[in-house]
């Protein structure tokens, strides 16, 4: 927690500029932290609760890597699956499809996190085989999740039906 604190201080200061993108940060700092928004990660990091260390990307990213990038003007943070002559493969941990990545949208590179109040490093052999099991369950995820929705779909509608007949028999 200590250290938390000390990275809230001093780096999260920086960024508390509102008018600084965070590209700006990284090129004038080379380490950008702040919370996380958004589901796409989880259950790895949580929205708005959890915090992100990523530091400017300086060499090319390795599968298992969670790149930040930009698109359509807005910052992702995703886990790359596999690299390309032009870019990457990315995915993020709670999507269920791919992304073909270009190099130049890639600034930056998660390489720590809070999540609550412990601190976790993304070279650690636990996170690590954590960001395997992940990426090597992801068919029988999709498929179960794909799934799911279809039956929750099928569920709604006629509840949906029920609801309104039963509204007009009032």
Same mark, same amino acid.
């Given at each position: 927690t200590?250290l938390?604190?000390?990275?809230?201080?001093?780096v999260?200061?920086?960024?508390?500029?509102?008018?600084?993108?965070?590209?700006?940060v990284l090129?004038?700092?080379?380490?950008?932290?702040?919370?996380?928004? +958004?589901?796409?990660?989880?259950?790895?990091?949580?929205?708005?609760?959890?915090t $992100?260390?990523?530091?400017?990307?300086?060499?090319r990213? /390795?599968?298992?890597?969670v790149?930040?990038?930009?698109?359509?003007?807005k910052?992702?943070?995703?886990?790359?699956? @596999?690299?390309?002559?032009?870019?990457y493969?990315?995915?993020?941990?709670?999507c269920?499809?791919?992304?073909?990545?270009?190099?130049?949208?890639? $600034?930056?590179?998660?390489?720590?996190?809070f999540?609550?109040?412990k601190?976790?490093?993304?070279?650690?052999? /636990?996170y $690590?085989?954590?960001?395997?099991?992940?990426? /090597? @369950?992801?068919?029988?995820?999709?498929?179960?999740?794909?799934?799911?929705? /279809?039956v929750?779909? +099928?569920?709604?509608?006629?509840?949906?039906?029920?609801?309104?007949?039963?509204?007009?028999r009032?």
């Amino acid at each position: 927690t200590a250290l938390l604190k000390f990275c809230r201080e001093t780096v999260f200061a920086s960024n508390m500029d509102t008018t600084k993108s965070i590209e700006q940060v990284l090129q004038e700092t080379g380490i950008y932290v702040g919370p996380t928004v +958004g589901t796409s990660m989880l259950p790895m990091l949580k929205n708005r609760r959890d915090t $992100i260390v990523v530091k400017t990307k300086t060499e090319r990213l /390795k599968p298992l890597d969670v790149a930040l990038y930009t698109r359509g003007g807005k910052y992702i943070l995703h886990r790359v699956l @596999s690299v390309t002559d032009t870019g990457y493969i990315i995915r993020g941990d709670n999507c269920y499809f791919d992304e073909i990545v270009p190099e130049e949208t890639v $600034i930056g590179v998660l390489t720590e996190f809070f999540r609550k109040k412990k601190h976790y490093f993304c070279t650690d052999e /636990k996170y $690590i085989a954590y960001a395997k099991k992940r990426v /090597k @369950s992801y068919k029988l995820r999709r498929v179960f999740v794909l799934t799911w929705r /279809k039956v929750l779909a +099928g569920i709604k509608k006629p509840i949906k039906w029920v609801l309104r007949y039963d509204k007009r028999r009032k």
